[in-house]
């Protein structure tokens, strides 16, 4: 391959992973008012590990989750800063890159590549429950006391299970569709 291809291949992997990071901006700014509000953000990690593969993926969820520590409002709520991170809800976002990094580990396995990757999104985002939950109650229970397991699954992730999955659908219908045209 020559210098210059290598170096237009670059440029794109650099492209397609800051539009990715942006895409992940925008989906945690749109919020579904249910009785728990949710966002897309989940929907958007989904995406950029769908459609530009676990390497690329991940580093675009990891400058989204930098771009949101340093101050740029890409969070829910048009937020940013590393106080959201250390926030009751900072484990969730900090789990996304632990989500992308359990689909890259996936993307190996032998198997049908449609289940490989259904698969690797549900094992993602159990990953980003489990991190992002015990993260909410360590840094609930310094702040207003005990808390409960059973507590903290009703409030931080039962409610956002079914919405989940239905990103999950999406995501992955939508990432096979559009790879054929975009990447």
């Keep these: 391959m020559s210098t210059m291809a290598v170096s237009r291949s670059k440029t794109?992997?650099?492209v397609y992973i800051g539009v990715f990071a942006v895409l992940m901006a925008i989906c945690s700014w749109i919020s579904i008012p249910t009785a728990v509000p949710f966002t897309l953000q989940t929907f958007g990690v989904f995406m950029a590990v769908g459609m530009l593969g676990g390497k690329r993926g991940t580093i675009a969820v990891l400058l989204y989750i930098l771009l949101g520590a340093v101050g740029v409002p890409v969070f829910a709520g048009m937020t940013g800063g590393i106080g959201i991170l250390?926030?009751?809800t900072g484990g969730y976002i900090v789990g996304f890159l632990f989500s992308a990094l359990v689909m890259w580990a996936m993307e190996k396995l032998p198997g049908k590549?449609?289940?490989?990757?259904?698969?690797s999104m549900a094992a993602g985002l159990i990953v980003c429950y489990?991190?992002?939950t015990l993260w909410?109650?360590?840094v609930y229970m310094r702040t207003n006391g005990a808390v409960s397991l059973s507590a903290v699954l009703g409030w931080c992730?039962?409610?956002f299970i079914i919405p989940d999955i239905i990103k999950i659908i999406l995501a992955y219908g939508l990432?096979?569709?559009l790879k054929n045209y975009v990447m």
């Design 175 to 177: 990432s096979r569709k």
């Design 12 to 14: 794109y992997d650099m």
């Design 130 to 132: 489990a991190f992002g």
């Design 136 to 138: 909410f109650m360590t």
């Design 86 to 88: 250390a926030g009751t």
């Design 113 to 119: 590549k449609a289940v490989i990757q259904i698969l």
């Design 157 to 159: 992730v039962l409610p």
